[in-house]
């Protein structure tokens, strides 16, 4: 047992030491800056002393770790040498290791960095009295390690992270809403279209065999106009004997105003040729791609050029804004091609 108070003073110590940096280091990696650093601009002096941390935040983690790794080695050494005093060297050093590894790995690593994440900004609020004295008095020790790091980068010709994420970017937003300038739904706009520059077309067309289209080598003038007058939308694909075989696609009023002049009109005679897209793309290039071959629709086909589905604009605009109410693309519900 260890009878001298001062032995378990400096042990607690240490312990509490090696806490208090691991749930630092995370709270400052995972907190919201931009939370703390509007209530820096509202006068609190804990926010202020975070943003500064968060400021210098490469020295800070050096700091943090350095610090972090000290008192988990102090703790370990102390205790070594008070169990190797009362047990001798092996089983003393064999008690030491049993007792602070797995110690220090949960109670004083794994827990505080699980609750420094999920109280991140309460824990940087807090924290930051401490840790900008540490910083300023350990700065050397911080710039030595800085200096390695760069030299690291230099051999292995290391490139510098993006400082500003995306995830930075959904936080800013979160707190323009928070403090007002925007609402909930401009809020969720906005982040639904980060996260829509990253979908690709593959996530949003419809099935191939979902596809509402007109076999052309069946075209019949009276079975088209019936067609065409009761699926209600605005586009046609048209094919020539399979789906796999897409040949056109039918503007509907076009056709009306062809077939009001000449009633047995074949659409062969004023359909657009069928755009096609590889179901890699993204929603964005998806969009010029829209714009450039003025077109609504496009036909999705796999790495073989095998015709997997179909994408409208309007599944395109569904996945940013949500749905829209319009009918101008054959897609949707339970009808088939047959």
Same mark, same amino acid.
């Given at each position: ?104 790995? *949960?109670?004083?690593? #794994? %827990?505080? $960095? !699980?609750? &420094? ?5 309460? +824990? ?113 694909? *048209?094919?020539?004997? #399979? %789906?796999? $075989? !897409?040949? &056109? ?5 076009? +056709? ?83």
């Amino acid at each position: 047992m260890i009878d001298d108070p001062q032995t378990w003073v400096l042990l607690i110590l240490y312990f509490v030491a090696g806490m208090y940096f691991s749930s630092s280091e995370t709270a400052f990696m995972t907190a919201n800056r931009f939370k703390i650093r509007a209530k820096a601009e509202e006068g609190s002096l804990s926010a202020k002393l975070a943003t500064w941390v968060i400021n210098r935040l490469e020295n800070s983690i050096i700091t943090v770790v350095v610090f972090n790794n000290l008192a988990h080695l102090l703790f370990t050494a102390l205790l070594t040498v008070v169990l190797v005093n009362q047990y001798g060297n092996d089983t003393g050093e064999l008690l030491a290791t049993l007792i602070s590894v797995p110690l220090m790995f *949960l109670f004083a690593e #794994t %827990i505080p $960095k !699980v609750l &420094g994440r999920r109280y991140s900004e309460k +824990y940087a609020l807090i924290s930051a009295f401490l840790l900008v004295p540490l910083i300023i008095i350990s700065y050397p020790v911080a710039l030595f390690f800085r200096g390695i790091a760069w030299l690291m980068k230099k051999i292995f010709k290391s490139t510098e992270d993006n400082i500003f994420t995306p995830d930075d970017f959904e936080h800013v937003i979160e707190t323009i809403e928070e403090h007002g300038i925007i609402n909930e739904d401009a809020s969720d706009l906005i982040i639904s279209s980060l996260e829509f520059s990253e979908t690709v077309v593959k996530d949003v067309l419809t099935p191939k065999h979902q596809i509402i289209a007109y076999d052309l080598s069946k075209f019949n003038t009276e079975t088209f106009k019936h067609f065409v007058l009761s699926t209600h939308f605005s586009r046609l694909p *048209l094919y020539d004997g #399979t %789906i796999d $075989k !897409v040949v &056109g696609v039918i503007l509907v009023r076009e +056709y009306i105003k062809h077939y009001q002049k000449k009633p047995n009109i074949n659409p062969r005679a004023i359909m657009a040729k069928p755009y096609y897209v590889n179901y890699k793309i993204t929603l964005t290039k998806m969009i010029e791609g829209f714009k450039k071959n003025n077109t609504h629709i496009a036909f999705v086909v796999d790495d073989k050029k095998k015709l997997i589905g179909m994408v409208t604009m309007e599944d395109v605009l569904e996945e940013l804004v949500g749905q829209i109410a319009e009918t101008s693309a054959p897609i949707k519900g339970g009808e088939t091609n047959g």
